[in-house]
């Protein structure tokens, strides 16, 4: 069974950097594709990142590009994001999500692994 677990979601100030982690378990996960999802309060889920586990290949939506930062400890399993320069528009419940393959836009919540989500809040 695998699980995903998020940490290192808080309460930040404008500016601010915050490090997310997943740490993954039940299985290996070569062959699959890592995400970060968000949602803020009414609002869909959306996609934020994505990284391939064997390779590194990673993809970012245009609104984090050059701020947040997808990586991977093969190591410990775990999958992190590194956001930069926060802005209150980025307050939203991170998920991380798992799927075999290596497309971004393949995330589903049917096909995919999900986490519990962890909470981050930007305040001006």
């Known amino acids: 069974q695998v699980q995903l677990v998020e940490s290192g979601g808080g309460l930040v100030q404008v500016g601010d950097s915050l490090r997310l982690s997943c740490a993954a378990s039940?299985?290996?996960?070569?062959?699959?594709?890592m995400g970060w999802f968000r949602q803020a309060p009414g609002k869909e889920r959306k996609f934020v990142a994505s990284i391939v586990w064997s390779g590194g290949s990673t993809h970012y939506s245009d609104s984090v590009k050059g701020r947040f930062t997808i990586s991977r400890d093969n190591a410990k399993n775990t999958v992190y994001l590194l956001m930069n320069s926060l802005k209150p528009e980025d307050t939203a419940v991170y998920y991380c999500?798992?799927?075999?393959?290596?497309?971004?836009?393949?995330?589903?919540?049917?096909?995919?692994?999900w986490g519990q989500g962890t909470q981050v809040t930007v305040s001006s």
């Open positions: 039940g299985r290996t996960f070569s062959g699959y594709i």
């Open positions: 999500a798992a799927r075999l393959g290596n497309n971004w836009s393949e995330f589903s919540r049917d096909n995919s692994y």
